[in-house]
């Protein structure tokens, strides 16, 4: 990663303090040693093959543009986010992988601009206003149209592309109907929200599942409810419910089938919570999209070689390497589309 300003004054004044203060106590084979490790850590620390710049695209918007250095005119892929407070990088409070910054990073290194955004959720947490009662699906659609909007009126790409993980995948689809030359969808469910839900409950929680079903049902028909178990309250509560209901309004199928422009649909064997057979449902929906189902790869796009711990563990492990068939499928899908 290359080191911004303050990072670089920073460095600049520790040199100085070292110099000025600390060296005339130390032995001089110490203060080699010491700018040897500097140095060493300098050269780690950064990546001079990208430029990262921060973007405002509306109050509730912002983003980092990452574009390869010494490239005249790239594709942009604009990454779009999963369900819940996710930030541009892939994570949550008490979440981090990093893994949509990792992705950004493999593009770049292959000459692919992108842009991925904190969802409006994370800027409304940090402003403490937050609403959660009026916030609906549709909002995060309106972000990532903007998202569109906005890079496509500076004509600066050669081509725009969209990348919708989990969650993001239904947006980037409902968000691609225009000023978009590809859609990419990652880990994205095939089914309905309320279907999804259903299946996860039965897979996690089976003492659950009628509960779930009777709730979902409610929900469904456009009307809330207060009858569910506590157990259940994160998913159900009452501030949630006029969004699951918005959420639950659209069916992936039907979106992907009306979208006429290129699509790659990627899926993992060890995601947890959306299988490969959701993959194939949106596949189906839409004979003209390429269908990548990779081995061992998770749904935080990390390869998994051992067991549902080591899966879950890795929702917050950082050091993980993005998937590398992963970039190597989404790289031969926008080369192939130039």
Do not use: C
Request: aromatic share 8%; hydrophobic share 40%; proline share 3%.
């Amino acid at each position: 990663m290359s080191i911004s300003l303050y990072s670089q004054e920073k460095v600049s004044y520790g040199v100085i303090f070292v110099t000025q203060f600390i060296a005339p106590k130390m032995k001089m084979k110490t203060i080699i040693y010491f700018f040897t490790f500097l140095l060493i850590n300098l050269s780690f620390g950064q990546d001079n093959s990208y430029l990262e710049t921060e973007v405002e695209i509306t109050e509730l918007i912002d983003g980092s543009l990452m574009i390869p250095k010494n490239q005249k005119e790239t594709e942009l892929v604009i990454i779009i986010a999963g369900s819940g407070p996710t930030n541009r990088n892939g994570n949550q409070n008490f979440l981090k992988s990093n893994n949509l910054k990792k992705l950004a990073i493999a593009l770049a290194k292959e000459n692919i601009s992108s842009f991925r955004y904190d969802k409006r959720i994370v800027k409304q947490i940090k402003t403490g206003n937050i609403d959660v009662k009026s916030m609906r699906f549709q909002d995060f659609v309106n972000d990532a149209k903007d998202v569109v909007s906005y890079f496509k009126e500076r004509n600066q790409f050669s081509k725009i592309y969209i990348a919708g993980h989990s969650q993001g995948s239904l947006v980037g689809m409902l968000a691609a109907e225009k000023d978009v030359n590809g859609f990419i969808s990652l880990a994205g469910a095939g089914q309905n929200i309320s279907d999804v839900i259903v299946d996860q409950i039965n897979n996690t929680a089976r003492q659950f599942i009628d509960d779930t079903k009777r709730v979902v049902e409610t929900l469904k028909s456009g009307k809330t409810t207060k009858d569910f178990p506590p157990a259940l309250g994160a998913m159900f509560n009452m501030e949630i419910q006029p969004f699951m209901i918005s959420w639950m309004a659209y069916q992936p199928t039907d979106i992907i089938t009306n979208l006429e422009l290129p699509i790659l649909i990627i899926n993992g064997t060890k995601d947890l919570q959306v299988s490969e057979e959701e993959a194939k449902l949106l596949s189906d929906a839409n004979p003209n999209a390429e269908i990548k189902i990779i081995e061992n790869m998770n749904h935080v796009l990390f390869t998994i070689e051992g067991d549902k711990l080591e899966n879950s563990k890795s929702y917050n492990e950082a050091f993980r390497e993005i998937n590398s068939e992963l970039v190597e499928s989404i790289v031969t899908f926008i080369e192939k589309n130039r």
